[in-house]
């Protein structure tokens, strides 16, 4: 048995290897569903995957709603839209399609496959990676040759390293014991070794992730001058792995050979709209979280993908960081000189801001269910998050449940299960459906509903102007438009969804004005005064200075930050080129940092961090020491203490002439 790179790639893309053209059925006026099914697959072997998708949808009307016929069509009919660049359309046919598909029926195992295997992908995209676990584990469940199956296996790994790493480790020593004795494709084996290593890095484990590195660089055909994007990826992993080591020599060696800060024209600079992640907000963002993102450059300036590998602070904080970058946009005509090789696959280091430190939307609401539960005097099951906490919580929930499924108890327990964000989206929104109904049978508050409202927890990236459209019609709903803390937690959430996008700012300050001048809201409220740090950074970002001073001041939070000052204090002096590392200088290395750090009242800087660094851990170092031998003016402070605190500046890194 031999298994290439070719057809374990085109499974855990939910493809088809070698698939051949078929000659295209005529059919006349009135042709019958199997001439359709005939043209249909016909079409799927051509390049034009509009018209297989509308030869499938034509087949899917003319069969029997809730039929395995039309099952077959809808699934289908998802893989031509995704081969055609329509990926929510195609999410949504393979889902309805696949729960439509007989589990019993051996003939069609292959189509189960295959949908679940794009699904898997698809949610990777999304960067639902709990979701993305659960397909691949379906997926395997119908896989019938070892390619299929080991396509499946890999696809956990990536997606349970991030949500669950241990079940990654059980589905590692399955691929073991797999391919033991059995010849792979060195492309494969690289595979294999790559997931490995990205796994140890994640798992701490920095010594393993370099054997498992140089591995994968092996099979890939080692540290050549012939440079593909696979080399790309297990290079720097191999990199990442020996710098966090503190093996720094050899690392910037195997960096070099990336491609990564050497690029022959143009210049990968950071971007207008390339910023970091306040920290706060949902995913609890602390100042120490670091993560490493690889992204994708579309030709339109856009970032068509991104995905998290590597992440001091868990999978949660991966995860979020890589939400950020997909965000991130160049110029265009920025982009055109960047060759596209480079804009493949690049990497960048990263973390959050202090400047706009966001309070938590889903906290306050959770905070808000906590309270009620306490003033029922109905204790809660611990709020450990992660999958080991997943075992407990589903026990303390069926045993809630047999005792009465719809107390309050119960709603305790399948409180804190679904709020495991480790939880597959589908499980967690159907939790939050049957909570809703318990808290409303209870006369539960406005904000308690809110809490376990499913059109209020689902948070598809897939469909953003649907969730737009939904945030609105709830905030104008009877059941929650007369409770102002309901009301105000939802516009939160519908600016944070407007901030989220390049053209968004303009829309959401009036959605927040809305916040801040709600009388019946207190000054101090914790959502008010969210509503203000947004304010203050949207001001900020638009170089309305006085105004973001205003709004800062008004939250009663420190306010004495560079961002916030009409003219932060002028740099006297910074070092030379001498700050230009050496090592990075002997490999030809170019690159730059995005760093904050505070000035206290003597000019002198302190707490210098790296927000945003390219390549990766190579100048992160540099940057910050660049920022504590410099020294800006002199401001004046009664107390003595910081003249300005959060600070933005970046520094390029370029070699001489």
């Not at 265009?332 to 706009?356: K, Q």
């Not at 600016?495 to 829309?507: K, L, P, T, Y």
Request: proline share 5%.
């Amino acid at each position: 048995m031999r298994m290439t790179a070719g057809a374990v790639a085109a499974i855990m893309l939910g493809g088809t290897a070698g698939a051949q053209q078929a000659p295209i059925a005529t059919m006349g006026a009135n042709p019958t569903a199997q001439q359709l099914f005939d043209a249909a697959v016909a079409l799927d072997a051509t390049p034009d995957a509009a018209a297989a998708a509308r030869a499938w949808a034509a087949l899917e009307r003319r069969s029997k709603p809730g039929s395995r016929s039309r099952a077959i069509a809808q699934v289908r009919r998802g893989a031509s839209l995704l081969k055609a660049g329509d990926r929510s359309g195609a999410g949504e046919a393979i889902r309805v399609g696949l729960a439509g598909l007989p589990k019993t029926d051996a003939t069609l195992a292959d189509d189960r496959l295959l949908a679940n295997l794009r699904l898997g992908a698809l949610a990777i995209d999304a960067l639902d990676y709990a979701d993305a676990a659960d397909f691949y584990i379906a997926a395997e469940q119908d896989a019938g040759d070892p390619g299929a199956k080991l396509g499946a296996l890999l696809g956990q790994v990536q997606a349970m390293t991030f949500v669950d790493p241990a079940r990654a480790k059980v589905a590692l020593v399955r691929i073991d014991a797999m391919t033991a004795g059995t010849k792979l494709d060195g492309k494969v084996t690289a595979t294999i070794a790559q997931r490995q290593a990205e796994l140890l890095l994640n798992t701490g484990d920095f010594a393993g992730a370099k054997a498992a590195a140089l591995r994968a660089v092996a099979a890939s055909g080692g540290l050549t001058t012939r440079t593909s994007l696979s080399d790309v990826a297990v290079r720097s992993d191999a990199a990442i792995a020996m710098l966090l080591a503190g093996q720094a020599d050899q690392a910037r060696q195997y960096m070099a050979m990336t491609g990564a800060g050497r690029l022959p024209k143009g210049e990968f600079d950071p971007a207008a709209e390339m910023r970091a992640p306040d920290c706060g907000g949902e995913a609890g963002l602390k100042p120490v979280d670091v993560a490493v993102v690889e992204f994708t450059i579309a030709d339109d300036g856009t970032v068509r993908r991104a995905a998290p590998i590597y992440a001091a602070g868990g999978g949660q904080v991966a995860l979020e960081f890589a939400r950020t970058v997909r965000e991130w946009w160049w110029p265009a005509e920025r982009v055109a000189a960047i060759p596209a090789f480079f804009r493949y696959g690049a990497r960048v280091e990263m973390r959050c801001s202090t400047a706009f430190q966001r309070p938590s939307i889903e906290r306050s609401v959770d905070a808000a269910v906590e309270k009620w539960l306490a003033g029922k005097d109905i204790d809660l099951p611990d709020a450990t998050n992660g999958p080991v906490a997943l075992a407990p919580q589903r026990a303390a929930l069926a045993t809630a449940s047999a005792a009465s499924p719809a107390s309050l108890s119960t709603l305790a327990a399948l409180f804190r299960l679904a709020g495991n964000w480790t939880l597959p989206a589908e499980e967690r929104l159907a939790l939050y459906d049957r909570g809703m109904t318990i808290a409303a049978a209870h006369d539960a508050p406005a904000v308690v509903r809110l809490a376990f409202d499913p059109a209020v927890r689902n948070n598809d990236d897939d469909g953003r102007n649907k969730r737009h459209e939904t945030l609105t019609a709830l905030i104008e709903s009877p059941a929650y438009a007369g409770d102002p803390q309901a009301r105000a937690i939802l516009r939160l959430m519908l600016a944070d969804r407007m901030m989220a996008r390049r053209s968004g700012d303009r829309n959401a300050m009036p959605v927040l004005r809305l916040i801040v001048d709600d009388a019946a809201l207190s000054k101090d409220d914790p959502l008010k005064v969210g509503a203000l740090v947004r304010i203050a950074s949207l001001e900020q970002r638009a170089g309305q200075v006085d105004a973001a001073r205003t709004a800062f001041t008004a939250t009663g939070l420190d306010a004495r930050q560079c961002a916030l000052l009409d003219a932060p204090p002028k740099m006297m002096t910074s070092p030379g080129f001498e700050a230009f590392p050496r090592e990075a200088m002997a490999w030809g290395f170019e690159g730059w940092a995005q760093v904050q750090f505070d000035i206290a009242a003597d000019g002198r800087t302190a707490a210098p961090r790296a927000l945003l660094s390219y390549p990766p851990f190579i100048f992160s170092g540099a940057s910050t020491d660049f920022i504590k031998a410099s020294r800006f003016a002199k401001t004046y402070r009664p107390d003595g203490e910081l003249g300005c605190g959060g600070t933005l500046t970046r520094i390029v890194f370029k070699m001489p002439g």
